[in-house]
């Protein structure tokens, strides 16, 4: 009697493998309304139990429709211009011979100074970009040198006189924010039994695969030296086996640490006991991340698991080796096809930074098949939402650039095959895009245009949003609401209202502060804020988080017992309409 589909069990999409709920409709429809929030979470990750660990793989359509603010989207304008300054860096490599002098010169100069302020600025806006586009700015700088001139002590010496003064510069820039900085950054942890599929992995790229993978091919076969995509091929495969093998000693490497321990404390007599506890506690908790019963459990499951996402990285390896052939194979007909604007698709300089955006962009998926970031989480979850959405707006790039070079190829056959899948790729792009705007705007019917962010609020709790236009003609001063969780109405008055409030969402907070150190005992000072009925315990707590407002709503009044009679006995009552209640607290001390 149950509703049962090979198919998308065997895709495995959450949610998408119970069937729809009717009435059926063809505008897709979920329990809850939010189908398309499903489509930032297409990955998933499974420990060695099976237990099933949530992967964020937001790109940048979504995060539009979701009207998120995140400094990912922030921080898109910057990334553009960051790209669109490596092109000209490619296009237009200065012509130094890079010694310290020119190297001082150019980095202090207008142009270097410049692309080192630009690049420094995604260290404030989102700090995972600058690494990523550091490295696109190098490789723009270096692509040049290394294609003309073999690699050799010059070009390392070049590498260095071109990254080091641009690293120091960028970071300089924004020091002051640096030094404030709080990380919940953790080191790195080797993915293990955390791995992508590929089918996984084409829900999330297939346009981008459909536009770029023939034109690569038609690139290779046209213009490249395919003894050299051989080598270069080889290269790459067995530095992502080596890159695997070294993952798997780590767990290895951390097991044997209490054994090792243990009979260095036998023969030297030396009371290592702390250390020997300290390596079991930390093997306990490598091992809890990924939840196999032992290290041969662990080791065997993640073999089993690249066996069975082998094709993803043969694909990913594949794609970074035409890359590198094609961007390093020298051409002498380039400049003369740069010039004449030969209507075949030529290995020219543009090409070629479009190629180095798709190596880039490979790269990035490729890396967190092994290594990724620790952070509060403990897998990868994060580790993909960054690489993938850099990732995706570098495809996106790459392939609406192929797209307009498939008109340039001569052969009729290769260009009707091309533009094939170009269009297959692009019409099943579309569908997400198409009822996503439908589902989320309810077909464009029964609703108001606006701009303005508060309205939705003013139009549900209108009694609400009257006394957050008070607090917005108010005086500035640090306002106290009701903690809750994260993706809530909670923090809405600090949020509506640009005044600081003593603790917003703490899972996030946690976050962004690398830790729950700074927010101490906030949380619970809030509670006891509104729920004492002690004056002198409020006054205490007002005084030391320096509280102005204190705010009595709706959301107040079901979070907390609160105690209104201790405020109403000691404080100003600066707003009541009958629902929400203000009060100020003039901290004289």
Known sequence: GAWISD?????????????????????????????????????????????????????????????DLHPHVISMPFVLLIVFVGLDV??????????????????????????????????????WDFPI???LMIGCFMASRIRYSAWGKDRMRELFLISVPYGILSVAFFLPFLIGLSSQAGGFLPSLVFKTRFVHFLVMFFPHVMVITPILLFLLVKNANLKEFAKNLLIVFSFVVFLIAVSLLIPLAISSSPILLERISERTGLDLGPQIE??????????????????????NTTARRLLSSSFLLLFLIFWVSISLTIIFTKNNKDDVLEENEERSLSNNKSDRFILTLVLLASLLILAPEIFYLRDQFGWRMNTIFKFYFQAWILLSISSAYFLFRIQNLR??????????????????????????????????????????????????????????????????????????GSYSSYSRVSKLT????????????????????????????????????????????????NIRYVFIGPLERSTYSVSEIKFRENLPLIFDNGVVLIYEFENNG
């Open 7 to 67: 198919f998308w069990s065997w895709l495995d999409l959450q949610e998408l493998v119970h069937p729809p709920a009717s009435p059926f409709d063809f505008i897709p429809n979920r329990a809850g309304g939010t189908w398309w929030w499903r489509a930032s979470r297409v990955l998933q990750d499974y420990t060695a139990a099976g237990t099933s660990r949530e992967i964020i793989d937001e790109f940048p359509f979504f995060s539009y429709l979701l009207a």
């Open 90 to 127: 490619f296009l237009n490599p200065p012509q130094l011979d890079w010694n310290l002098k020119s190297s001082f010169n150019f980095w202090t100069g207008g142009r270097g100074l410049w692309i080192a302020f630009f690049s420094g600025a995604l260290i404030f806006i989102n700090t």
């Open 133 to 135: 586009y550091f490295v």
């Open 278 to 299: 300290k390596s079991r506690i930390a093997l306990q908790s490598f091992l809890g991340i990924y939840e196999p019963r032992n290290v041969r459990e662990l080791i």
């Open 411 to 484: 052969s009729g056959i290769i260009r009707l095959l091309s533009a094939s899948f170009a269009f297959l790729g692009l019409i099943a792009g579309l569908v997400y895009p198409v009822f996503g705007l439908l589902d989320k705007t309810n077909r464009f019917q029964n609703i108001v245009w606006s701009l303005d962010g508060n309205r939705y609020f003013a139009e549900t709790t209108p009694e609400e949003f009257e006394a957050v236009e008070f607090l917005i003609d108010s005086d500035f001063g640090i306002v106290s609401e009701a903690v809750g």
């Open 498 to 545: 640009g005044l600081p409030a003593v603790l917003g969402w703490p899972g996030h907070e946690v976050q962004w502060r690398g830790g729950g150190e700074e927010i101490g005992s906030r949380e619970n000072d809030i509670r006891d804020l509104y729920s004492t009925v002690n004056w002198e315990r409020a006054k205490e707590i007002l005084e030391t988080y």
